[in-house]
């Protein structure tokens, strides 16, 4: 064997010994990474038709992460922002359980416990983030989103994601953003625009608990700034694998620690209200088609 052989050999020795060393220092550090964003998106994949969703209420950072700069990206309503909704991610978390004791189950969560200066989860990713680390605790947040939204698509006939946020325009008002209808698609061709813009809404529902709702009346134009972000955009009824999805952006009169039981449970109650309302539809609809194929 000559020498430029044998040291061939070595070097592709050494060589595969480097590469399962970085594989393993990969695994390792990917790990501690998984586990460190599993504090940061606080997730539950439930048995009801229901996912909550409160991308911009968490006040932690991410360890080994800078505040994103936002260096040349556009900062209007849909751009680079790091204002914080104060009061979303604990409100959220009680509105899931109030929905838990209300209708007697399980509705699935991701509500995000980190600031949004590091990442903002309602942007794609090209706005919402500019570091690796915090890119995996973005696509935390959106699996369990997508996994949420599989699991009622198989499940029930409908389904509905409330994103909560919150906004500073104007306190006593809750802005509806559907991308005027857009992500509400399927429930307005299954069921009809009552269920959008009628007094079968959620909008409806929720202004006859002395909430002060915007567009009133439900079938103007959703204002602008506020007329649903990439969640819903990502994940609603306009796409093949979406449910109907609502973002709500309430202002800061709903957001106060003294009012959040509160607000929460009317929350809560017009949400079960609302998939009942649903739900009966659908049942009328199937027993009516029943009737025709009789007939028939």
């Not at 983030?129 to 949420?148: C, I, L």
């Not at 008002?173 to 992500?183: E, P």
């Amino acid at each position: 064997m000559g020498k430029a052989t044998q040291i061939a050999k070595r070097s592709g020795c050494f060589l595969n010994k480097a590469l399962v060393l970085v594989l393993v220092v990969f695994q390792m550090v990917t790990g501690a990474l998984a586990q460190d964003s599993s504090e940061l998106v606080v997730s539950q994949l439930g048995d009801l038709p229901v996912v909550i969703s409160a991308p911009h209420g968490g006040n932690l950072e991410i360890p080994g992460v800078p505040p994103r700069e936002g260096e040349g990206l556009d900062a209007g309503p849909a751009g680079f922002r790091v204002v914080r909704d104060g009061g979303t991610e604990e409100l959220a978390l009680e509105v899931a359980r109030q929905l838990a004791e209300r209708m007697k189950g399980r509705p699935s969560f991701v509500i995000s416990r980190v600031h949004r200066r590091y990442v903002d989860f309602n942007r794609p990713p090209e706005i919402a983030v500019e570091h690796a680390r915090a890119r995996v605790v973005y696509d935390q947040y959106h699996t369990a989103v997508a996994d949420a939204v599989r699991t009622i698509r198989e499940k029930h006939m409908f389904g509905l994601l409330i994103d909560i946020h919150g906004q500073g325009s104007s306190a006593e008002t809750v802005y509806r953003g559907t991308s005027n209808g857009l992500t509400m698609s399927g429930l307005r061709k299954q069921y009809g625009e009552e269920f959008h813009v009628g007094e079968n809404s959620l909008l409806a529902l929720l202004k006859k608990r002395n909430w002060k709702v915007h567009p009133d009346p439900f079938d103007g134009k959703e204002q602008a700034g506020f007329t649903g972000g990439h969640i819903v955009r990502a994940y609603g009824s306009h796409r093949s694998d979406g449910i109907d999805a609502i973002q709500l952006e309430l202002g800061g009169n709903y957001r106060k620690t003294a009012v959040r039981e509160r607000i929460a449970r009317e929350m809560a109650d017009a949400i079960a209200e609302y998939i009942e309302r649903v739900r009966k539809a659908s049942e009328k609809k199937a027993d009516q088609a029943l009737l025709q194929l009789k007939k028939e």
